[in-house]
């Protein structure tokens, strides 16, 4: 039986162990929105290549403030998310609370996409 395909083995036979489940390699993340550079902090709403999860993204925030400003504004959705790149996302649709806290922090805010 050359054409004989195996089904079930109890032993380790012919057949390869491939070890643990093998992960995709990850590319970092789904895309960010990009802005022009003009001094103004953008809100965006995003789905796409989340799993349809929707994630809040700031962006335009100069690059000294990304980890503190990011740690608050997640502190302040009571969400996680992740800072990449120039960019911070917060886990759920919280434009309206983070407009407010940026605003009031000094910076132009403008909700953008979505």
């Known amino acids: 039986m050359p054409d004989a395909r195996l089904v079930y083995?109890?032993?380790?036979?012919?057949?390869a162990h491939a070890g643990p489940t093998a992960r995709?390699?990850?590319s970092g993340g789904p895309p960010v929105p990009s802005a022009p550079a003009d001094g103004?902090?953008?809100?965006?709403?995003?789905?796409?290549g989340r799993g349809g999860k929707t994630v809040t993204v700031v962006t335009g925030l100069p690059a000294a403030d990304l980890d503190e400003v990011g740690r608050d504004l997640r502190k302040l959705a009571g969400a996680g998310g992740a800072t990449r790149g120039d960019a911070i996302e917060v886990q759920g649709d919280c434009r309206d609370r983070l407009q407010a806290r940026?605003?009031?922090m000094g910076y132009r805010v403008k909700l953008a996409g979505g």
């Open 40 to 48: 103004v902090v953008r809100l965006w709403r995003v789905k796409g």
């Open 102 to 104: 940026l605003e009031a």
């Open 24 to 26: 995709r390699p990850s």
């Open 9 to 15: 083995s109890t032993d380790g036979g012919r057949v």
